[in-house]
């Protein structure tokens, strides 16, 4: 599998803004148990979907003059574990294990002719400390943009610029954003990648659209866990392959 990398809206090592927004209250000293460390953590990647009918309004700021961007630095994951879902895989770091709850299968299915509601999850790993999550979720493209057409390439929502107001929450502080082509059978598949800090929490999401859904990979974990692991992480999610 082939990667293209291209555009980027400014250089990697810089964020934007210095100051993140805090919009939540900081962890006590109490001793908390894994389940409660995973929902946590998973806490600023969920709530990016926790409202689609409302797309993040937000513009966040560019540089004046952005600079070429530089390599990204990934690791090779095949000798990963490949996990296959509903029109999706994607490589699961060593030693991550599968977090899925019993009412993350069971939801999308409806009763008696009710409305069904969306899983919030397709996939979701964590580490083994609950720390470090890698999740994916599948949304049809006219719940991130009003639109009356179905998108079906993620180009559809605009430009990595444009779609960054869907992405990415309003006062997180952007490190990294850039287009990712990936050469497949016929022809190549434009992904978007953003990386970004919310609440002392560092993210990386890939996100593409195939067939009227957007499917996002993201991995999320604290900022002093990404010093020594945000390569892993990071590579994880950019593994999101559509099939």
Not at 72 to 101: C, H, S
Not at 133 to 141: N, Y
């Amino acid at each position: 599998m082939a990667l293209l990398l291209s555009s980027s809206l400014h250089p990697p090592t810089s964020p934007l803004n210095p100051k993140l927004n805090s919009l939540s209250t900081p962890l006590s000293n109490a001793v908390i148990t894994k389940r409660q460390l995973i929902i946590n953590t998973t806490t600023s990647f969920s709530i990016i979907f926790g409202a689609q009918q409302n797309p993040v309004p937000q513009c966040l700021a560019q540089p004046s003059n952005p600079s070429k961007p530089s390599a990204l630095n990934i690791a090779n994951t095949k000798a990963w574990f490949q996990f296959y879902g509903d029109g999706f895989a994607i490589r699961v770091p060593p030693e991550f294990e599968d977090i899925m709850e019993p009412e993350d299968f069971n939801a999308g299915a409806s009763l008696y002719g009710d409305k069904a509601k969306p899983r919030p999850f397709a996939a979701r790993f964590a580490s083994t400390d609950g720390s470090e999550v890698l999740s994916v979720v599948i949304r049809p493209t006219n719940q991130l943009k009003i639109t009356f057409l179905e998108a079906q390439e993620i180009t559809d929502l605009g430009s990595i610029k444009d779609a960054a107001k869907i992405f990415v929450p309003g006062g997180a502080t952007l490190y990294n954003a850039r287009t990712i082509k990936i050469k497949e059978d016929e022809g190549f598949k434009t992904y978007y990648f953003y990386e970004f800090g919310r609440d002392e929490q560092h993210i990386a999401i890939m996100a593409t659209v195939n067939g009227g859904k957007a499917i996002i990979a993201g991995t999320t974990a604290p900022q002093s866990k990404w010093d020594d692991d945000g390569v892993k992480l990071r590579s994880a999610a950019i593994s999101l392959t559509v099939l």
